[in-house]
């Protein structure tokens, strides 16, 4: 949903299209060019609507991930809970989500940025931990890889 709002899809999609010849070299270099890429975002491009729903739906799950004492204070994937528990708090605080105040889009645009951010940063990780530890289920993450518009999950085709 966050990829939604992205003004610069097709460069982000570009570079995750994981396959089994990635090397841990290959990981660590995408992931530099993630953490440095500028993730363009505008709130107004995608529904806001709609991810205020989805967040909302969740917002009970996300509360339960973030009091789970095993998960470290300032560890990467508080932070990306963190970051979408504020976001889905902005979007649920406003009465109307369509003819906010410039400031509020942009605001909202920098909260989706950074959700969406951290967001590919751990998808990045997780996908070099299941090919290390879970070949299955790399092979099944790759054939639904969400930034690969050409990828299929029937084997052979």
């Not at 917002?59 to 009091?67: A, D, I, Q």
């Not at 990306?80 to 528990?85: D, E, S, Y």
């Not at 645009?109 to 879970?134: C, F, P, Q």
Request: with cysteine; hydrophobic share 35%; charged share 30%.
């Amino acid at each position: 949903m966050f990829s939604d709002f992205s003004t610069d899809n097709g460069q982000v999609r570009c570079k995750l299209c994981v396959d089994d010849k990635w090397s841990d070299d290959k990981f660590d270099a995408i992931s530099k060019e993630i953490k440095k890429h500028a993730f363009n975002v505008d709130s107004r491009k995608g529904d806001l609507d709609g991810l205020c729903v989805f967040l909302k739906e969740r917002r009970e799950f996300l509360l339960n991930l973030l009091s789970n004492s095993n998960l470290l204070e300032h560890d990467s994937f508080t932070e990306l809970l963190w970051a979408v528990f504020h976001l889905a708090e902005e979007l649920m605080n406003r009465k109307k989500l369509e003819a906010l105040p410039e400031e509020d889009y942009k605001h909202l645009s920098g909260d989706i940025r950074r959700g969406y951010a951290l967001l590919v940063g751990e998808w990045v990780d997780y996908m070099r931990h299941l090919k290390t530890n879970y070949p299955y289920l790399f092979s099944l993450a790759m054939r639904t890889n969400p930034f690969d518009p050409e990828c299929k999950v029937e084997i052979g085709q």
